[in-house]
C-alpha cells in the first residue's frame, strides 16, 4: 500500500539577471508530528518514469542536503532496509528570472501508532477550541489528507477531579470539537472516529497539577484495519 508523506517546500526566492542553471541545493529534514528529527533514515529520490537519481541519509537532526531541480519526484524513505513510506514531491517551474534559494524540504514521517496532539487547547470545563490551537490542527490537517488510506480516533481525556459522567461527556465533546474542526477543513468524515474515555486511562499521577495537566489530552489513534 502507497502511504503518502506530508511535505512542505519551504524557501525564499532570489532575482537572476542572466541565465542560471535550474539545480540548487535543497536540505531535506525528516521528522515527526512533533517537529523532533528522524535519524539514520534514507531517502531515495526518484524520477516519474521510475529511473533512480540519487539518495541521502538523515543524520542525528534528521536532515541532509541534495541538489535538485525543478520537476516531479517518488521518494521512498527506508530505514533498515525497509521501505516505510512513498511520497510525491513536486518541485514548480518558476516564471521568469526567479530562482530558489535557501530550501528546505521537511518529510512529515510518523511512526507512533497513538500520538497527542501538543499546543491544543480548550476553555476552562468546555469544549471550544482556542483559537491558538487552530495552527496545529491546521497541520493535522494536512498530515490526516496525506493519510487518506487510514482512519483514525480523535480520543478526549480529563483528570479527575470531577464526575466520571462529567469528565467522559466532556471528554466526548471535546473530540467531537476536533473532529468538526478537521472535517470543516477537508478532512473526510468517515476519516475519524471520536470517543471520550475520561479520567479512565491516566498517563500520570492525578495527585499532582502536573499530572492533572498531562492527563488532559487529545491524542490520535491509528485504526487497524
Do not use: W
Not at 24 to 50: C, N, R, T, W
Not at 65 to 92: D, F, R, W
Not at 154 to 181: F, I, P
Not at 202 to 225: F, V, Y
Request: with cysteine.
Amino acid at each position: 500500500m502507497k502511504i503518502t508523506c506530508v511535505i512542505f517546500l519551504l524557501g525564499t526566492l532570489l532575482f537572476q539577471s542572466t541565465s542560471f542553471a535550474e539545480q540548487f541545493s535543497a536540505e531535506i529534514f525528516v521528522s515527526d508530528f512533533d517537529e523532533l528529527p528522524v535519524e539514520k533514515m534514507e531517502v531515495h529520490f526518484y524520477q516519474k518514469s521510475g529511473e533512480f537519481i540519487g539518495k541521502g541519509t538523515t543524520n542525528e537532526l534528521g536532515k541532509f542536503n541534495v541538489e535538485l531541480s525543478p520537476g516531479e519526484y517518488e521518494l521512498k524513505l527506508i530505514q533498515n532496509g525497509e521501505i516505510k513510506k512513498e511520497a510525491p514531491l513536486n518541485i514548480p517551474e518558476l516564471e521568469g528570472r526567479k530562482i530558489y534559494n535557501r530550501v528546505r524540504i521537511q518529510i512529515l514521517y510518523e511512526s507512533r501508532d497513538v500520538f497527542e496532539i501538543e499546543n491544543l487547547n480548550f476553555e476552562t470545563n468546555s469544549a471550544e477550541i482556542l483559537a491558538e490551537s487552530y495552527e496545529i490542527l491546521d497541520k493535522l490537517v494536512t498530515y490526516l489528507l496525506s493519510e487518506s488510506d487510514s482512519k483514525f480516533e480523535v480520543a478526549g481525556h480529563t483528570d479527575s477531579d470531577g464526575a466520571d459522567k462529567a469528565n467522559e461527556t466532556l471528554s466526548l465533546a471535546r473530540a467531537e470539537s476536533v473532529k468538526t474542526y478537521l472535517v470543516s477543513k477537508g478532512v473526510p468524515a468517515e476519516q475519524l472516529t471520536t470517543k471520550g474515555y475520561g479520567e479512565t486511562v491516566p498517563i500520570a499521577d492525578n495527585n499532582s497539577e502536573e499530572g492533572k495537566s498531562k492527563n488532559r489530552r487529545t491524542e490520535l489513534k491509528k485504526l487497524e484495519q
